[in-house]
C-alpha cells in the first residue's frame, strides 16, 4: 500500500472515529451521561454497533473521547473569535476565553451541558474528577499569565486572586444561565461589566 493511500485510510478512520465522538457529545447534551449507550450512538451516528465497538471497547473511553472533543472544541471557539477580531492583547483573549464559556448560543448551551455533566459525574469518579480539576487548573494558569500581561501594561490588577474571582463568576453565570435563572444576555452583561472594571481601571 502506498504512502498517499495509507494516509487517506488513516484520513477517513480519524474522521469515522470523529462523527462517532461527536454524536456521543450530542447525545450528552441531550439526556446527560447515564442514559447513553453504545448502541444509541451506533444509532446516531449512523453506524453499526460493531463500528463503535471497534474505536471504544467500553463506555468509559467513549466518554474519555467525547471530554477531550468537548475541551477541543473550546480551544478552537476562543481561536476563531481571536481570529475575526484579530486581536490578541490579553484583555482580548481573557474576554474570548469568558464569552465562549457562557451559553450564548444553542452550540454552546450544548457544549456547555455535556461539560456540567462530566461535573456532576466527577463528584463520584475519582478519575474524571482528576482531568476537571487538571482543566481548571490549566485555565486559572492561563488566566494568572494573561492577568500578568495586563498588569505589566499597566492595568491595575492582582493577577492570581482575580484568575480565581473570573473563574468562579464564569462558572457561576454558565451555570445560572443553564438552568434558566436568568438569560445568556444578562450572564454576560454581567461578565462585561466585571471585565470592564478589571481593564478600564
Do not use: C, W
Not at 134 to 144: A, K, M, N, P
Amino acid at each position: 500500500m502506498s504512502t498517499q493511500r495509507t494516509r487517506g485510510v488513516g484520513a477517513a478512520h480519524d474522521e469515522r472515529q470523529l462523527e462517532i465522538v461527536d454524536a456521543v457529545v450530542a447525545l450528552i447534551g441531550e439526556q446527560g451521561l447515564d442514559g447513553i449507550s453504545l448502541r444509541d450512538v451506533a444509532s446516531r451516528a449512523g453506524v453499526s454497533l460493531g463500528r463503535v465497538q471497534h474505536y471504544f471497547r467500553t463506555k468509559d473511553q467513549m466518554l474519555q473521547a467525547a471530554f477531550r472533543r468537548v475541551n477541543e472544541l473550546g480551544a478552537a471557539f476562543v481561536s476563531q473569535r481571536l481570529a475575526d477580531t484579530g486581536d490578541t492583547s490579553p484583555e482580548a483573549v481573557i474576554r474570548a476565553i469568558a464569552t465562549e464559556l457562557l451559553p450564548i448560543d444553542d452550540l454552546h448551551r450544548n457544549a456547555l451541558r455535556v461539560g456540567t455533566a462530566f461535573t456532576a459525574r466527577a463528584l463520584v469518579d475519582s478519575e474524571f474528577a482528576a482531568r476537571l480539576s487538571t482543566g481548571y487548573t490549566e485555565l486559572h494558569t492561563l488566566l494568572v499569565l494573561l492577568l500578568t500581561q495586563a498588569r505589566d501594561a499597566g492595568v491595575d490588577v492582582d493577577p492570581e486572586p482575580e484568575a480565581r474571582l473570573l473563574l468562579s463568576l464564569i462558572e457561576g453565570l454558565s451555570t445560572h444561565a443553564l438552568i434558566g435563572h436568568h438569560t445568556p444576555d444578562m450572564a454576560l452583561e454581567v461578565l462585561e461589566t466585571h471585565l470592564d472594571r478589571i481593564f478600564r481601571t
